[in-house]
């Protein structure tokens, strides 16, 4: 049996709704998922409404938080979505987007780009709005032909028009999401270690600031790759987790539970990481 601990809807960057993600879930034949939208707990009534009876749920976030300089990003599971510290600490983070949209926006009007605050708001429709809407925007307007090309042109990191927002230390994060009851994953590692030896490093030190897990099983990630991680997970005492990333049309190619084909999170992760809960 399987589960998918890494799903986004439309209350962040997704394009299905919380109850749609579920449905999927059900249909791969999954016993668990946990909506892990991005600096929100909005979707968690209506994932876990369509979850009930059903499947499990779990409710998650994904945090982008400060690592030394670098955007890491955390899930963190069941720190909300009630008054919880964690859910508090989010309340600015998501204003920081606010101004963040703005000032790319400009950037993108400074070069000849003309979108407005208007259509990406009407894009996203609701929950928190980032960078993959603007993608959309520009996607729809004709300027580029994907959302993928939209980042590697103009929003990623070190791209014209990107833009910093605040982002809890990493450290923070960890504290809050443990003050909430809560537990919490390294996602998608790769996004800040680059190789055997630096995926050592890292997961050596996330462990040391009390990080409970690591997203070992990850739809980009082969076979062979997902063993070697979750082996030096093993190894660290580190929780060995993954989950699909699956974003709707906004990631094409991905489906809830299996990935691109030939992911499988075994469904004792769950256990696993729910032991790992100060309550």
């Known amino acids: ?28 034949g999954l016993t668990v998922v946990s909506l892990a939208d991005h600096d929100t707990f ?10 009930r009876g059903r499947i499990g749920f779990i409710p998650g976030v994904e945090l982008s938080v400060d690592w030394g300089g670098r955007a890491m990003h955390l899930l963190a599971y069941w720190a909300g ?12 983070v998501r204003d920081s987007r606010v101004t963040r949209n703005a000032e790319i926006v400009q950037a993108l009007d400074d ?5 407005t605050l208007d259509e990406v708001l009407t894009e996203a429709g609701h929950g928190v709005v980032g960078r993959p809407h603007i993608a959309a925007v520009l996607m729809h307007n004709g300027v580029v032909g994907s959302v993928a090309e939209a980042f590697d ?41 680059d190789d055997q030896d630096d995926f050592a490093t890292t997961f050596a030190a996330v462990a040391d600031i009390g990080i409970d897990g690591v997203e070992c099983y990850y739809s980009e990630y082969p076979p062979e790759m997902q063993i ?6 093993e190894r660290l005492g580190l929780v060995p987790s993954g989950g699909s990333d699956y974003h709707g049309a ?11 084909g030939d992911l499988v999170v075994p469904d004792e992760t769950v256990a696993r990481l729910e032991e790992r809960r100060v309550r």
């Not at 809807?9 to 791969?28: I, L």
């Not at 909005?42 to 979850?51: D, K, L, S, V, W």
């Not at 070697?228 to 997970?233: D, F, I, N, R, V």
């Open 228 to 233: 070697a991680l979750a082996s030096w997970a």
């Open 250 to 260: 906004y990631k094409p190619g991905l489906v809830v539970g299996t990935g691109r």
């Open 153 to 193: 042109q103009y929003l990623a990191s070190g791209r014209p028009a990107y833009r910093s927002r605040k982002r809890l230390v990493a450290q923070d994060a960890v504290r809050l999401t443990r003050a909430s009851g809560g537990v919490s994953v390294l996602a998608h590692p790769h996004t800040v270690a």
């Open 1 to 28: 049996m399987a589960v998918d601990l890494h799903t986004h809807s439309t209350y962040s960057d997704g394009t299905d709704d919380p109850a749609t993600v579920v449905d999927h879930a059900v249909t791969a």
């Open 81 to 92: 979505p009630g008054p919880t510290p964690l859910a508090e600490a989010l309340a600015e």
């Open 111 to 115: 070069m000849g780009i003309a979108i």
């Open 42 to 51: 909005e979707g968690i009534p209506e994932a876990e409404a369509a979850a």
